[in-house]
């Protein structure tokens, strides 16, 4: 414990990127999160870790994780949400499975049924919308996997705001108009599926349907946020963070 104390205290200047890219400092700010639970209207438990800012009431931000799971990483990214004024709840699609491999990701991310995770992600912004700490106003965001489900929570229940990173947004004009928030979406250049195609269609879609959007490409990868991999861009990385942070202090 006091070790851990001593690792976020002299975390406290540092960027999220310079965090996230410290394995040791990303575990002593996942440390910090408060484990919570809900139980839904299906019967089913489902789990989440919790930051909170330091004043309160203020608007929150759920974040789902990528395909590896809720790791220390999507849960520091939490911890930094918090740290800039947001009620911060990093939920979890996979029942408390974290990958360690792409084969264990794989198989985590395609036993997912879609309808229980719409469930899931239903439910927790009902929550976070009720929190006595909370203000009102929520966003999502996700990566990866989490991206797509970002989107997908906006379409379950009306958000604020909603923040992509590479993630499945194809959608047609019916599909999206329950969105009442807009979106932002952070794409890679590089990217084999979260492509051009993809993305050009969903802009297509978003204005069909009425919808306000706005789109950042980086001469980059999939996954170029995620400092744990090879497609790692840091400098890509904290201009899409920036940008994401500037969205949220608009539209929250």
Same mark, same amino acid.
């Given at each position: 414990?006091?070790?851990?104390?001593?690792?976020?205290?002299?975390?406290?200047?540092?960027?999220?990127?310079?965090?996230?890219?410290?394995?040791?400092?990303?575990?002593?700010?996942?440390?910090?999160?408060?484990?919570?639970?809900?139980?839904?209207?299906?019967?089913?438990?489902?789990?989440?870790?919790?930051?909170?800012?330091?004043?309160?009431?203020?608007?929150?931000?759920?974040?789902?994780?990528? @395909? @590896?799971?809720?790791?220390?990483?999507?849960?520091?990214?939490?911890?930094?949400?918090?740290?800039?004024?947001?009620?911060?709840?990093?939920?979890?699609?996979?029942?408390?499975?974290?990958?360690?491999?792409?084969?264990?990701?794989?198989?985590?991310?395609?036993?997912?049924?879609?309808?229980?995770?719409?469930?899931?992600?239903?439910?927790?912004?009902?929550?976070?919308?009720?929190?006595?700490?909370?203000?009102?106003? +929520?966003?999502?965001?996700? @990566?990866?996997?989490?991206?797509?489900?970002?989107?997908?929570?906006?379409?379950?229940?009306?958000?604020?705001?909603?923040? +992509?990173?590479?993630?499945?947004?194809?959608?047609?004009?019916?599909?999206?108009?329950?969105?009442?928030?807009?979106?932002?979406?952070?794409?890679?250049?590089?990217?084999? @599926?979260?492509?051009?195609?993809?993305?050009?269609?969903?802009?297509?879609?978003?204005?069909?349907?009425?919808?306000?959007?706005?789109?950042?490409?980086?001469?980059?990868?999939?996954?170029?946020?995620?400092?744990?991999?090879?497609?790692?861009?840091?400098?890509?990385?904290?201009?899409?963070?920036?940008?994401?942070?500037?969205?949220?202090?608009?539209?929250?």
């Amino acid at each position: 414990m006091f070790e851990r104390r001593s690792l976020l205290k002299g975390a406290a200047g540092l960027s999220l990127a310079a965090i996230l890219a410290d394995p040791l400092l990303a575990r002593a700010a996942a440390g910090a999160l408060d484990d919570v639970s809900l139980t839904l209207p299906d019967g089913r438990t489902v789990t989440g870790a919790l930051a909170l800012p330091e004043t309160t009431p203020a608007s929150a931000v759920m974040l789902v994780h990528e @395909w @590896w799971g809720l790791n220390d990483q999507i849960k520091s990214v939490a911890a930094d949400l918090a740290r800039e004024g947001y009620v911060a709840l990093a939920i979890d699609l996979y029942g408390g499975q974290v990958a360690t491999t792409p084969d264990a990701a794989k198989t985590y991310m395609t036993g997912v049924k879609p309808d229980e995770a719409t469930a899931t992600v239903a439910g927790w912004l009902r929550w976070l919308k009720a929190h006595e700490k909370a203000g009102g106003k +929520v966003a999502t965001v996700g @990566w990866c996997f989490g991206g797509g489900w970002a989107l997908n929570a906006a379409l379950a229940e009306p958000v604020d705001a909603t923040v +992509v990173y590479y993630g499945n947004v194809a959608k047609s004009a019916e599909a999206l108009a329950p969105l009442q928030g807009p979106v932002l979406g952070h794409f890679a250049t590089r990217d084999g @599926w979260i492509n051009k195609e993809m993305v050009d269609g969903f802009e297509s879609a978003m204005t069909k349907a009425g919808k306000s959007f706005e789109t950042h490409w980086y001469e980059a990868d999939h996954a170029f946020a995620n400092p744990s991999g090879g497609r790692y861009d840091q400098a890509d990385a904290e201009l899409s963070w920036k940008r994401t942070l500037d969205f949220y202090r608009s539209h929250l």
